[in-house]
């Protein structure tokens, strides 16, 4: 007498597709957050780098140095690489800023890798300036020494910019306050790395 062939029920193919569902979820999840998680250490390496270079800069030239992406730019959004907008969560190239200031005959940057998830922006003033029109730079240096509305000593401030999603209203620079982008901030004045997330 012979055996009668034996397949998979209906059923058990259900299953199997049920389990491969949630593995794959689990797995997308976990290299999302792996993604943001190096982001994040990116911009903490970044603003260090900022930071070291700018006190280096100022022990030479008795001065902080703004750097921008654009060249000569003194915009406090104006990051380098510039974000995408919509097309976010992706890398950036750093390249070779039309800012010169980020180069070897300004701070000198070295970025960890050539592609950046984030954008960078330092802003600097001498004595007895402000921030001006920096909305975010008056935040950031709010506890500094001032006269007035000015600050008392050399000043910079640092942002690092990072956009961890892709909505369409994502911003191409970094707004002084925004909850579309995640805003990492960093002064002179206590050299304390600021996380502001997105919601």
């Not at 097309?87 to 750093?94: L, P, Q, R, T």
């Not at 001032?146 to 892709?166: K, L, M, Q």
Request: one cysteine or more; a negative charge; glycine letters at 8%.
């Amino acid at each position: 007498m012979e055996k009668a062939a034996r397949g998979f029920t209906l059923i058990e193919l259900m299953i199997v597709v049920a389990i491969l569902s949630v593995v794959a979820a689990l797995a997308i999840t976990s290299y999302s957050r792996y993604l943001r998680h190096s982001a994040r250490s990116e911009v903490l390496a970044m603003l260090g780098e900022i930071r070291i270079k700018e006190e280096a800069y100022l022990a030479e030239y008795s001065a902080y140095l703004t750097a921008t992406h654009s060249l000569n730019g003194t915009l406090e959004t104006d990051v380098h690489p510039a974000l995408l907008g919509s097309s976010e969560f992706k890398i950036k190239s750093w390249g070779t800023p039309a800012d010169t200031r980020w180069g070897d005959t300004g701070l000198a940057i070295h970025t960890p890798r050539t592609q950046l998830y984030c954008g960078y922006v330092a802003k600097a003033g001498a004595a007895s300036t402000g921030p001006g029109s920096g909305t975010a730079g008056a935040s950031i240096l709010s506890g500094a020494p001032t006269s007035g509305s000015n600050i008392t000593v050399p000043w910079f401030y640092a942002r690092g910019c990072c956009d961890f999603d892709s909505t369409s209203s994502s911003p191409t620079n970094c707004p002084a306050t925004s909850t579309e982008i995640s805003m990492y901030e960093i002064s002179f004045y206590d050299n304390v790395i600021r996380e502001r997330p997105e919601k």
